[in-house]
């Protein structure tokens, strides 16, 4: 039997290849945390994965914030599926029960404390070995952070872990095994941080303190333990076979089989790019109680090799397998509303809030769906009878009860007729007709007198009625004439250039070659030879604005110049890159530069070096 959790940090982010990430992790019980995903944005695909039974926790106070699922194999399908640590989620009475002492919780504390949707409990039945079958309930977790800005989120996450620590507990005490797995928020030793910051006062950290009494391991003396914390003191004898003094009742799987493995990381910052360096910390766990890691614990792994979100997956092996059960639990997403097939009534959407509206009225007034439509409902939407279009007409042409408005003062205009897109643009000189075109060597006022010919013959009946649009069809004219002009100018003073520079033969296949392939010309239309003095003037014509394009950016850049390059750090010559200052403070919002390569420890040569540097003002 395989279990992995992993924090993916938005499950939104996996759409479209959710079931292959699933089937990538190769487990019977897959636990998420971080989901970011409310009841209201969860979508089918995601809820209902083939092969697999899911079981969500939302947030209730914030959209996008927190959240935890588990994803059961249909070879691991729970028996009894339990939102939250309280008991205060559960609607339907089915609970996993052993709730402890929590006297000094108050309800109000209790519904906080599970409003953030932290926790999914599931209850299995596995085989255990010498075909001894056992219950084990499965705790998913995503423990709060601490935010050194806001002193009231360290008491809400040691009141958390008090309230984990004591439902773990009490199930523990009903004779089933506990496995908690997830988010603790909480490196454990220093061997699980990257550069603790000082030794002396890295076990002084309060989370640090709860884990030393929650697991079962070395425990400092000069701690005060509870009565019952005491009384359990004994030895642990791990893989290494050394012998260490504990006090919880929960191991550490990884440092159980790898008790001194270091640099085995699970969570990277990646705005600084510290997984390049490997400069992380520890704080996913697999939790489980003494005699079920020595009895039946395999293996338990980090897997960093597995990207997709700021954590890598943490997994752990069984020797025994699941026994699934016959019937998924009421949690289940499949039998929510939205995805269990039951089409709502679209009343709920339409009824306004404080006016109750009668069934009856709902009946009478509001069309139901198609989904939730009666047989012959559904084929007289489908071919309405003759009869049943007569009634609709008579409803239509019946008086409406509703008061018209007045009518306006001005006069409504008459709409006018779709147009094409191209007439918002102003027409190219290639858009006229090429075969009424004059040749090069005419002259420039016959072809004048052609456009004028064809823009007044466009315009004839409209230009009394829309005096203003045809004085700027006019300007238009004018100005598709100057750019002939030039064009027609340019082509005589380089046409005799044009006839010594290309050899006539060549230049007759290659024109040929050009005009029967050129988009939009067709063999039925060909009537002779792309005159060359044309085509190479136009693209003398092109290389010209070419040629002015090429000024323009280079004097607009004169002008702009944009910001000054970079410095380059001292230690790896390299140019920096521009941050700013997010935090709140004095310096919020200043902006610095900072050697540009991944963060990592002092002693790593390829990490960042510490180069700063404040931009002046105005610059």
Request: glycine share 6%.
């Amino acid at each position: 039997m395989k279990i992995v959790s992993w924090n993916i940090n938005g499950i939104r982010t996996f759409r479209g290849r959710f079931q292959q990430m699933l089937d990538s992790l190769d487990a019977d019980i897959i636990c998420l945390q971080e989901t970011k995903v409310t009841r209201d944005l969860l979508d089918e695909r995601t809820a209902i994965v083939e092969g697999y039974n899911s079981y969500f926790s939302f947030s209730r106070g914030r959209s996008g914030y927190s959240g935890v699922a588990t994803f059961c194999k249909n070879c691991a399908i729970p028996f009894v599926a339990e939102e939250g640590l309280t008991g205060l989620l559960s609607s339907k009475g089915e609970t996993v029960g052993c709730y402890g002492d929590r006297t000094e919780f108050s309800d109000e504390e209790l519904q906080q404390l599970d409003n953030e949707g932290r926790a999914i409990i599931t209850q299995h039945k596995i085989m255990c070995s010498g075909d001894r079958e056992e219950i084990l309930t499965v705790i998913n977790v995503y423990c709060p952070r601490a935010d050194p800005e806001k002193p009231e989120r360290k008491l809400f996450k040691l009141r958390f872990y008090q309230l984990l620590q004591i439902r773990a507990e009490a199930i523990l005490k009903t004779g089933s095994h506990v496995i908690i797995l997830g988010d603790v928020n909480t490196s454990h030793k220093a061997i699980d941080h990257c550069d603790p910051d000082d030794l002396d006062s890295f076990e002084d950290n309060p989370g640090r303190k709860w884990l030393d009494n929650f697991l079962f391991g070395l425990v400092n003396t000069e701690d005060e333990l509870d009565d019952s914390a005491s009384d359990k003191v004994n030895l642990q004898v791990n893989k290494s076979g050394s012998q260490e003094e504990g006090g919880g009742k929960f191991v550490d799987t990884f440092r159980f089989f790898h008790p001194n493995r270091p640099n085995a990381f699970t969570c990277w910052c990646t705005l600084t790019g510290a997984r390049q360096t490997n400069y992380g910390t520890r704080i996913d766990y697999i939790f489980a109680n003494r005699n079920l890691v020595e009895n039946e614990f395999v293996d338990s792994e980090i897997m960093p090799e597995v990207e997709g979100s700021d954590h890598c997956p943490v997994r752990g092996e069984l020797r025994g397998f699941s026994i699934a059960s016959p019937k998924c639990p009421s949690l289940c997403t499949k039998y929510m509303p939205e995805f269990a097939g039951h089409q709502q009534k679209l009343s709920r959407f339409l009824v306004k809030v404080g006016q109750p509206v009668k069934p009856e009225e709902m009946a009478e007034d509001v069309p139901q769906l198609p989904g939730s439509q009666e047989a012959e409902e559904v084929r007289e939407n489908i071919r309405p009878t003759l009869e049943n279009l007569g009634k609709k007409r008579d409803a239509q042409k019946a008086p409406s009860p509703v008061t018209k408005r007045p009518k306006s003062s001005y006069t409504k205009v008459k709409s006018r007729q779709h147009v094409s897109l191209l007439a918002f643009f102003k027409p190219k000189l290639n858009d006229v007709n090429t075969e009424s075109m004059p040749q090069c060597n005419s002259n420039i006022n016959s072809y004048q007198n052609f456009e004028t010919s064809s823009e007044s013959s466009q315009e004839i009946g409209s230009t009394r009625s829309r005096a203003p649009e045809s004085e700027n069809c006019l300007t238009e004219n004018k100005h598709l004439k100057t750019l002939a002009s030039r064009i027609y100018t340019n082509l005589s003073k380089n046409e005799e250039l044009i006839d010594k520079e290309i050899d006539c033969e060549s230049d007759e296949k290659e024109r040929s070659h050009y005009f029967l392939t050129s988009p939009g010309h067709h063999s039925s239309n060909v009537q002779g030879p792309l005159d060359r003095s044309e085509r190479k003037g136009s693209d003398r014509a092109n290389d010209k604005q070419s040629n002015i394009g090429g000024k323009s950016t280079e004097f607009w850049k004169s002008v702009l110049h944009g910001p000054p390059a970079p410095p380059s750090c001292k230690v790896h010559g390299e140019p920096c890159v521009l941050r700013t200052v997010k935090k709140a403070g004095p310096n919020l919002g200043k902006k610095f530069f900072v050697c540009a390569r991944p963060q990592g420890h002092s002693s790593n040569p390829e990490a960042r070096c510490n180069f700063f540097l404040w931009v002046e003002k105005g610059k």
